[in-house]
């Protein structure tokens, strides 16, 4: 199985900060990673996908970049309905996908 | 707008089966992976596997001997088994739609989630 691996695990941040989260895959990947967002309670919503594609309908502040092993889902100026998990899906050994442990976002 | 809404029980004994269906409204089965994904309690995403609009399956090897997913185009539904259960299968068991986009595939559509308790 290929695993994913994202840092941190936990991140503190402001309204308005800059936030990177990481995702590290086992094995090169290509582009086949996608990013989604969990609210408490709620779905993964999917945000990036192909590491940088963004889905339609989730705001340009949001970002994905990075192949083979190493990716990045940036945030340019957080809001407050950013503070959420996040987690980073490889889809190149399909069907078996595998996800990230997830990073959660909290307010500083 | 096509919408996903499932259902099915939420309190299993060890060793029962459980079962959900998912049925899809608003939109076609053809052309996307049927998927079911789970979430224990305060952890991570586990894929556990799909189905196509023909009923093509693919399963994790990790519940592959106690899985099945079936299809019933008729109704626009999909559904998930598994059987002997145990604690460790207690979870909030997601259906998602799989899509493709030039070979990459992505979860971009959840339906809202069931949560299963496997308690004696």
């Known amino acids: 199985d290929i695993q994913m691996t994202q840092s941190p695990s936990s991140l503190s941040a402001s309204v308005g900060d800059r936030v990177t989260i990481t995702c590290r895959a086992s094995?090169?990947?290509?582009?086949?990673l996608n990013w989604y967002q969990q609210k408490p309670g709620k779905a993964p919503k999917l945000l990036i996908y192909a590491a940088s594609s963004l889905q339609s309908g989730v705001p340009s502040r949001f970002s994905g970049s990075g192949s083979g092993t190493d990716f990045t889902l940036t945030i340019s100026s957080l809001q407050p309905e950013d503070f959420a998990s996040y987690y980073c899906?490889?889809?190149?050994?399909?069907?078996?996908?595998?996800f990230g442990q997830g990073t959660k976002l909290q307010i500083k | 707008q096509v919408q996903l809404q499932q259902w099915g029980a939420g309190l299993l004994k060890p060793s029962e089966t459980l079962s959900l269906t998912c049925a899809v409204y608003g939109g076609s089965l053809s052309g996307y992976s049927w998927t079911w994904i789970r979430q224990p309690p305060g952890k991570g995403l586990e894929w556990i596997g799909e189905i196509n609009h023909s009923g093509e399956t693919n399963y994790n090897p990790s519940v592959k001997s106690r899985v099945t997913i079936l299809v019933d185009t008729s109704k626009n539904q999909f559904s998930l088994r598994l059987s002997s259960v145990t604690a460790a299968d207690t979870a909030v068991y997601y259906c998602?739609?799989?899509?493709?986009?030039?070979?990459?595939?992505?979860?971009?559509?959840w339906g809202r989630g069931t949560l299963v308790t496997v308690s004696s």
């Open positions: 094995q090169d990947i290509s582009t086949y």
């Open positions: 899906q490889q889809s190149y050994s399909t069907p078996l996908y595998t």
């Open positions: 998602v739609r799989g899509q493709s986009s030039w070979n990459h595939w992505y979860f971009d559509l």
